[in-house]
């Protein structure tokens, strides 16, 4: 099968590589679609920090925001998967620790993080082996776009999920990206006033078509309280910003990682009564984020500005956009192009 791999910062290729077979336990998948995030980039850059730390290295097989059919199974694996379309968990714990056993498998020392940790090979590739306990079902009313699309909503729903902010408050999200539209779209759904702030681009413009209350720079931020803020930047500046907007005893959450330390000062997260609260991982959300999709109140779809062939993904990691590409901020890949 084919299978994109990045060889060293700025470098990458797609190889032939032996046919795989699932393991116990596991089953095979035929990738129908996967979308390319931040995460993906600074490993085509060399910026992320599990290169730095150990746990991942070059050669690295990318991709964890992915959706396929599944095509075998291994033994021991529970047959009914057989043909159904899915998405996963990115993360895969051990299974025997202390978090595992309490439900929090994401945040294992151990853990395994599809395309992403420990050298699990990504869905950048025509087929993935993943676990049965990390699959998720799609149901069959949903397209693979926004099959695709389940992990980064799940990390989204979690983010507007963990503000508390309730119908009729205003929330202000920072960062009109992915990650950041998915945020207002669950939280307009949710009956929420949402202002969205970035920086000036085609990004900003986007933003405008989807009907939330504001979009301004973030040196304009219309001079209001905000009941929740959520910081989806990649940013160093904003986790202070973001504390300095919101109002006394509620919350920030911080869901964008900057390539440079942020600091905040804590004596504003204690003088305000502030909660601040980290997002890392869709775990807990995506189930939830299947189902609301299927009700049609969140729509990821115009996120998605165009889908391209396996060939092309490292071109997609450097910048490039296909002529006539939507305005969204996100590209698919379709490995069986």
Same mark, same amino acid.
Request: glycine share 10%.
């Given at each position: 099968m084919r299978a994109f791999v990045i060889t060293a910062p700025q470098q990458s290729t797609v190889i032939d590589i032996p046919d795989v077979h699932p393991n116990p336990g596991d089953v095979l998948v035929e990738v129908e679609r996967v979308g390319i995030c931040g995460t993906d980039v600074e490993f085509f850059n060399g910026e992320m920090a599990y290169l730095h730390s150990g746990n991942a290295h070059y050669p690295i097989r990318i991709g964890h925001e992915w959706t396929g059919r599944v095509i075998e199974v291994g033994d021991q694996s529970d047959s009914h998967w057989l043909g159904k379309r899915v998405t996963g968990d990115t993360m895969l714990g051990c299974r025997k620790c202390a978090r595992c056993i309490g439900g929090y498998q994401y945040l294992c020392e151990d853990r395994f993080e599809i395309g992403i940790r420990?050298?699990?090979a990504?869905?950048?590739?025509?087929q993935l082996i993943v676990p049965t306990l990390a699959l998720h079902?799609?149901?069959?009313?949903?397209?693979?776009?926004?099959?695709a699309m389940v992990e980064p909503g799940g990390n989204s729903l979690r983010a507007f999920m963990a503000t508390q902010v309730t119908p009729s408050e205003r929330l202000l999200i920072l960062g009109p990206g992915t990650i950041g539209l998915l945020c207002a779209q669950?939280?307009?759904?949710?009956?929420?006033e949402v202002h969205l702030a970035g920086r000036q681009g085609r990004?900003?413009?986007?933003?405008?078509?989807?009907?939330?209350a504001s979009v301004s720079t973030s040196d304009h931020i219309p001079d209001t309280n905000f009941h929740g803020v959520i910081d989806a930047t990649f940013d160093e500046a904003m986790p202070a910003k973001a504390l300095d907007l919101v109002e006394p005893g &509620?919350?920030?959450?911080?869901?964008?990682?900057s390539h440079k330390p942020s600091l905040i000062d804590? &004596?504003?997260l204690v003088l305000r009564d502030i909660t601040a609260v980290g997002i890392l991982s869709a775990s807990?959300?995506?189930?939830?984020?299947?189902?609301?999709?299927?009700?049609?109140?969140?729509?990821? &779809?115009?996120?998605?500005?165009?889908v391209v062939g396996l060939s092309e993904a490292g071109k997609v990691l450097s910048g490039w956009r296909p002529d006539g590409a939507g305005a969204g901020p996100k590209i698919h890949i379709d490995p069986r192009k």
């Amino acid at each position: 099968m084919r299978a994109f791999v990045i060889t060293a910062p700025q470098q990458s290729t797609v190889i032939d590589i032996p046919d795989v077979h699932p393991n116990p336990g596991d089953v095979l998948v035929e990738v129908e679609r996967v979308g390319i995030c931040g995460t993906d980039v600074e490993f085509f850059n060399g910026e992320m920090a599990y290169l730095h730390s150990g746990n991942a290295h070059y050669p690295i097989r990318i991709g964890h925001e992915w959706t396929g059919r599944v095509i075998e199974v291994g033994d021991q694996s529970d047959s009914h998967w057989l043909g159904k379309r899915v998405t996963g968990d990115t993360m895969l714990g051990c299974r025997k620790c202390a978090r595992c056993i309490g439900g929090y498998q994401y945040l294992c020392e151990d853990r395994f993080e599809i395309g992403i940790r420990n050298d699990y090979a990504g869905a950048l590739a025509e087929q993935l082996i993943v676990p049965t306990l990390a699959l998720h079902e799609i149901p069959n009313s949903l397209d693979e776009t926004i099959g695709a699309m389940v992990e980064p909503g799940g990390n989204s729903l979690r983010a507007f999920m963990a503000t508390q902010v309730t119908p009729s408050e205003r929330l202000l999200i920072l960062g009109p990206g992915t990650i950041g539209l998915l945020c207002a779209q669950f939280a307009m759904a949710q009956g929420v006033e949402v202002h969205l702030a970035g920086r000036q681009g085609r990004s900003l413009e986007f933003a405008k078509n989807f009907g939330v209350a504001s979009v301004s720079t973030s040196d304009h931020i219309p001079d209001t309280n905000f009941h929740g803020v959520i910081d989806a930047t990649f940013d160093e500046a904003m986790p202070a910003k973001a504390l300095d907007l919101v109002e006394p005893g &509620r919350r920030v959450v911080y869901i964008g990682i900057s390539h440079k330390p942020s600091l905040i000062d804590t &004596r504003e997260l204690v003088l305000r009564d502030i909660t601040a609260v980290g997002i890392l991982s869709a775990s807990p959300g995506l189930a939830q984020t299947i189902e609301i999709f299927s009700q049609g109140s969140v729509d990821p &779809r115009p996120l998605v500005a165009d889908v391209v062939g396996l060939s092309e993904a490292g071109k997609v990691l450097s910048g490039w956009r296909p002529d006539g590409a939507g305005a969204g901020p996100k590209i698919h890949i379709d490995p069986r192009k």
